[in-house]
């Protein structure tokens, strides 16, 4: 996936929407400033499948040698998919955080929050942060 | 890191003189008790990795630095610290705790005993950077009336690296003109570098081998830059706060603020080798705390100092509860995920009866209760 094309909420998650069979379904990941800033990486706990999560709550953990890390959800829904060999190759996130490194897949149910950012607005955040 | 209450108020963003060198290196600079210190320059794991394999720079220069002159220091020392200071050597070092009337740990210190090229001897207090003004209070509040003791805080004028890991020796030999690889470890000298008084001592707070310098402010660039030519052999690298952490969290040496504080004894601590009870001569030491930790030997402590092992990746990190069949016995003081034994390790305090190597426990990692083992400290031992 192209970064450019993706939205952000402020605590560095990721969101990608796409429309199949009718439903919106939303990848979910966390940004390479976020991964650059976490550095590190051990541990990262994902949501079950069939989980209910909601925007702006946490739906997971990633840990690295430094602190714990609290993952919020973009949008509200249904987990359908969670990227399973993830929390075995951290590595990945390093590398190809948009496309290998997705996190979860959820099957949206509300209209997404207004509060996420557009990748120039966020990488103007992630500017003023660092 | 750092306990926000007991930073002093007077320094605020106080920075080394290594601060711009720092930046440069892409540091990611911290608060850390009132100085602007460096936690990571790239990743932690492999400056950890790369002081235990071969040799990182620490700008350490944060650390209280406090030299008693005059002829009653060693006596006022003495008072003041739980380890005896009057019988040492010219060129000795020794950890030892500053405790307060009840034996609770006011710091933890590094004592150096030195002399001048031209023969005058001195005392030298490494103190936590947190703590530095506390102890300076403390020490003015304890002085005996006819003390003949000259207290000099040298910290903004001096700095201090270390240099640590396996080439540490090798990399700054060229540069001192002792030798060094014969120096024991805790052991110091005072030397020089560029016609200035450089303190080198045999120490570190890595687990490794290596070497602390203690140089002027005005020269520490110039003398930085001596040791990167030195140590470009082996690619010195770096290290900052966060490797510091981890490193001595795997030697299992305690840092205060979180393992040690004013409500933790040295002898629950599993400190009691910095305790000097009896003299040379063969009396009862008399220094501040030691009736209260007396009557605490004598009595057995009520909890210890425990390390912890887990199995997955998951650390058990400061305030975390330990239990032992579903009861809360103690808390984690500090934990992360040892980038050596790459597993999860902790230290906590928990009653004695639990604090036996081998002992199953159970840690509440935000509401999950993983298995965890007592372990025997240290976790990680140079061979």
């Known amino acids: 996936m192209n970064a450019e094309e993706l939205l952000y909420c402020d605590t560095h998650e990721w969101v990608f929407v796409s429309e199949q069979d009718g439903q919106k379904i939303a990848t979910v990941g966390i940004s390479a400033f976020a991964v650059e800033q976490l550095t590190d990486l051990v541990y990262m706990e994902l949501p079950a499948?069939?989980?209910?999560v909601t925007a702006g709550e946490e739906f997971g953990e990633v840990e690295s040698v430094k602190a714990v890390s609290p993952l919020y959800s973009p949008v509200s829904g249904t987990v359908t998919e969670v990227n399973e060999g993830l929390p075995d190759n951290l590595d990945i996130l390093n590398t190809d955080p948009y496309e290998s490194g997705w996190i979860m897949k959820v099957n949206v149910s509300e209209e997404l929050p207004e509060s996420l950012l557009d990748h120039a607005t966020y990488q103007r955040q992630c500017g003023e942060a660092s | 890191m750092t306990d926000e209450a007991a930073q002093p108020e007077f320094q605020d963003d106080a920075r080394t003189a290594l601060y711009d060198w720092h930046v440069e290196k892409g540091a990611r600079?911290?608060?850390?008790?009132?100085?602007?210190?460096?936690?990571q320059y790239a990743s932690i794991v492999q400056e950890h990795e790369a002081t235990r394999k071969n040799v990182t720079l620490f700008d350490v220069s944060h650390m209280g630095r406090l030299r008693f002159n005059g002829e009653g220091a060693a006596s006022l020392l003495d008072r003041l610290l739980t380890r005896s200071v009057k019988d040492m050597q010219v060129g000795q070092v020794r950890y030892s705790l500053i405790c307060n009337h009840d034996g609770g740990i006011l710091d933890d210190v590094l004592v150096y005993h030195l002399e001048t090229p031209s023969g005058s001897r001195y005392f030298l207090l490494v103190v936590n950077a947190s703590n530095r003004d506390k102890i300076v209070n403390w020490i003015e509040a304890q002085w005996p009336d006819q003390a003949a003791v000259e207290l000099c805080d040298r910290t903004l004028e001096t700095s201090m690296l270390a240099i640590q890991g396996p080439n540490a020796i090798e990399t700054v030999a060229p540069l001192l003109n002792i030798n060094v690889a014969e120096m024991k470890y805790f052991r110091a000298r005072v030397t020089h570098q560029m016609n200035k008084p450089c303190i080198v001592s045999r120490t570190g707070y890595t687990g490794e081998d290596g070497v602390e310098l203690i140089i002027r402010g005005d020269q520490t660039n110039h003398i930085l830059q001596n040791i990167l030519a030195a140590g470009r052999q082996f690619e010195i690298s770096p290290a900052g706060l966060g490797a510091r952490d981890t490193l001595r969290l795997e030697s299992a040496m305690p840092l205060y603020g979180h393992e040690l504080d004013e409500q933790t004894n040295p002898l629950e601590a599993g400190l009691g080798f910095a305790v000097t009870w009896v003299d040379g001569e063969g009396n009862t030491r008399e220094f501040i705390g030691s009736e209260a930790l007396a009557e605490v030997k004598a009595q057995g402590v009520q909890r210890q100092r425990i390390g912890l092992v887990m199995d997955g990746r998951r650390a058990a990190r400061e305030?975390?509860?330990?239990?032992?069949?579903?009861?809360?016995?103690?808390?984690i003081t500090s934990g992360t995920f040892s980038p050596t034994l790459q597993q999860p390790v902790a230290m906590a305090y928990v009653p004695h009866q639990f604090a036996n190597p081998g002992q199953s426990l159970e840690v509440d990692i935000r509401g999950k209760l993983i298995p965890a083992t007592v372990s025997s400290l240290?976790?990680?031992k140079r061979t």
Do not use: H, R
Request: net charge negative; hydrophobic share 50%; proline share 6%.
């Open chain 2, 29 to 39: 600079m911290v608060d850390f008790a009132g100085w602007q210190m460096p936690i």
């Open chain 1, 49 to 52: 499948v069939g989980a209910a």
């Open chain 2, 319 to 331: 305030g975390y509860g330990v239990l032992a069949e579903g009861q809360e016995i103690g808390t």
């Open chain 2, 378 to 380: 240290p976790f990680y």
